[in-house]
């Protein structure tokens, strides 16, 4: 099935070749069998390639070279903002006074690494406008369901355990109705109007004594802002319910306008989004969550605090929700996010928000005409495209994110929200340059052509890449194929 010379690691095998020398055993050989419950051990050895260590070494080498990465090229996948990471954060996450530490140090040897932490809480409740902040949670579904879990500890703590149902948009992120389930909740979903908003009419016929909490991105996930969020809080305030802001994506609003001054009660951040943390495949998350004073005591501890200029960890907390994180979360991303922030300053955050803001609108509007553009108004850090039209001349928004590749490009998220047919959900962000959208642009462009001109080469796409277009359903429903040797394949 590959198209290049490259040979698999299997077909390099050779018997009796070793990559590793290790010193002769000086301790007596352990019979495993012995250790291990019948049936545990195996009869035969296990059928491993049998390699040196300098093919090994051009083996992964070659892999790494057919990975696409933000390093390697442009990757518009909205709702990712797979911005560009930079290297200095890189550098400071390796300081080794920073990488040699152990969690299980005493705290008065590392209040440097409490500091940042410390300092880093303060600027996320500085961009959010939120009193609170835990930077415990793992990713951000994880930093939804903790502050789901806070808001509900809140309503029991008040009597109100009757608040059972959390309300969420038909446009939201997958894991804001998955973490309400997680978190115990009833989900009741909230229709999208026309325009790509939250329909106000549905959310106020839907409000009730037993809303706990309404999820909201905003800008949504179609890249609109929802300009009646002031209303949208009211309404839910009006009945008691909490507004819990999905800020998974803070492109769009660094340094502009903050979740607090909309009316919002508790946030998630990605930092492994927004604030430059590798992600997809490339590195642990972090999803900070921030809360009003309100929400505060309900916070998962220990809660770190500044005493008398030491940094410690509280742990009386009585009505926290516990610990969601073993230590103290994932630090080496508290380090590149910190860089980031203090190397970007107020200005640049502000300047970072205006190009993902301008970058997005400049693209859509190139291609508004090629495609179909379902909300006509201007867009924050992203767009949605619809490929109605080409559906409807048999080429789908799949061949076209396929035929993508071909000109060297991730696609951008496809299918999602599922709210736009055939949708395409494009996010330049802010790092790319005028020159990098515009080779996109006239990839997009031709592509229209070619469905309009000669839809096969798009609906047989990919084929400049190694391996061509892959049985989607097979690849979810059986990931790790087994190396089949050429002599199998012919008896089979
Ligand atoms: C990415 C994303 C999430 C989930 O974040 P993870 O770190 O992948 O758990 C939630 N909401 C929105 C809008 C997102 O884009």
Redesign the pocket.
Known sequence: MHKDNQPLIFEMTKEGRIGYSLPELDVPEIDLSSHLPNGYVREESAELPEVSELDIMRHYTALSNRNHGVDTGFYPLG??TMKYNPKINEAVARFPGFANIHPLQDESTVQGAMEIMYDLQQHLSEITGMDEVTLQPA????G?WTALMMIRAFHEANGEGNRTKVLVPDSA?G??PASATVAGFDTVTIKTNESGLVDIEDLRAKVDENTAAFML?NPN?LGLFERDVLEISEIVHGVGGKMYY?G??LNAIMAKVRPGDMGFDAVHL?L??TFTGP?GGGGP?S?PVGVTTELAPFLPKPILVKKDDQYTFEYDRPQSIGRVKPFYGNFGIYLRAYTYIRSMGPDGLKAVTEYAVLNANYMMRKLESYFDLPYKQHCMHEFVLSGRRQKKLGVRTLDMAKRLLDFGFHPPTIYFPLNVEEGMMIEPTETESKETLDSFIDAMIQIAKEVDENPEIVQEAPHTTVINRLDETKAARQPVLRYVKEEELVNA
Not at 139 to 142: I, L, V, W
């Open positions: 709702s990712c990713a951000g579904a994880h939804e992120h894991t804001n991105t996930t999905d998974a994506n990605n492994h989004k992600h998350g999803g």
